[in-house]
């Protein structure tokens, strides 16, 4: 059995929520929620553990017994990130919450402006993009960046709103609106399932560049082609262009 922490940081500051997922990083995990507290914007973190089989969740209960604002809960058996997503989502009090994966690939740094952001435009999403602006970005594969741009071309077509990047982890919206999208996915496709619900409420998204430092597979990248065409079959699935199909269809 694959080693995997799904780990849900719910760092609530004045009112925002972050959440962290992490499979095969416990390596990153302390030093992720260590960059996340240093922004001082949170007022309560919680783990998520995705019922890992390495160190992660000794490492998640030590840092939770170190700071009275960490909490952990523990998973029964391995999910993925969009039920940890969900489960976290559960427990969640904020009128705020971002989602920050804790493999180090992104920077905790480039949350306070997302986060003013959105209290500046209420009910918008806030989306993290590493593809528009000059934020420092390192890629280490040309097919997952291709891909995602490809896959972004085709969201932003069936969907009839451009977006630059919908595979970044980094979105930040209000707590009641991501909780009423009634999320189903339990695996990478939660990030194209918020955006398309999301739009379907004919919401506004608002685009902000952010830094990228991307892992390699054997740092514990876990995303593949088997995803990637998940994604695409989702991305169909959500869209708006396939709701409108299906009402001329009934």
């Not at 990637?228 to 169909?236: C, D, Y």
Request: aromatic residues 10%.
């Amino acid at each position: 059995m694959a080693k995997n922490l799904t780990a849900k940081i719910y760092m609530v500051g004045s009112t925002a929520g972050v959440e962290v997922e992490i499979k095969d990083k416990e390596k990153f995990l302390e030093e992720s929620v260590n960059r996340l507290l240093e922004i001082d914007l949170f007022e309560e973190v919680i783990l998520v553990d995705d019922a890992s089989t390495d160190e992660s969740f000794q490492i998640a209960s030590q840092l939770s017994d170190k700071n009275t604002n960490i909490n952990l809960i523990k998973l029964n058996k391995q999910s993925g990130k969009g039920f940890a997503v969900r489960a976290a989502l559960d427990v969640i009090k904020t009128t705020h919450v971002i989602v920050h994966d804790a493999d180090l690939e992104y920077f905790p740094k480039d949350i306070p402006e997302m986060f003013n952001l959105a209290i500046q435009n209420p009910g918008s999403l806030i989306l993290g993009s590493r593809t528009i602006g000059d934020k420092k970005r390192n890629n280490k594969y040309f097919w997952t960046f291709y891909g995602n741009k490809y896959l972004t071309i085709l969201f932003s077509l069936v969907n009839f709103y451009k977006v630059s990047d919908i595979a970044s982890c980094y979105w930040l919206l209000e707590t009641d609106i991501l909780q009423s999208l009634d999320l189903k996915e339990k695996g990478f496709a939660i990030e194209v399932e918020v955006l398309s619900k999301y739009l379907k409420k004919n919401k506004k998204i608002i685009e902000v560049p952010i830094s990228y430092d991307g892992r390699l597979f054997s740092e514990g990248k876990k995303i593949n082609l088997r995803d990637g065409l998940l994604i695409l079959l989702k991305i169909i699935k959500y869209s708006k262009l396939f709701s409108i199909n299906k009402i001329w269809n009934t």
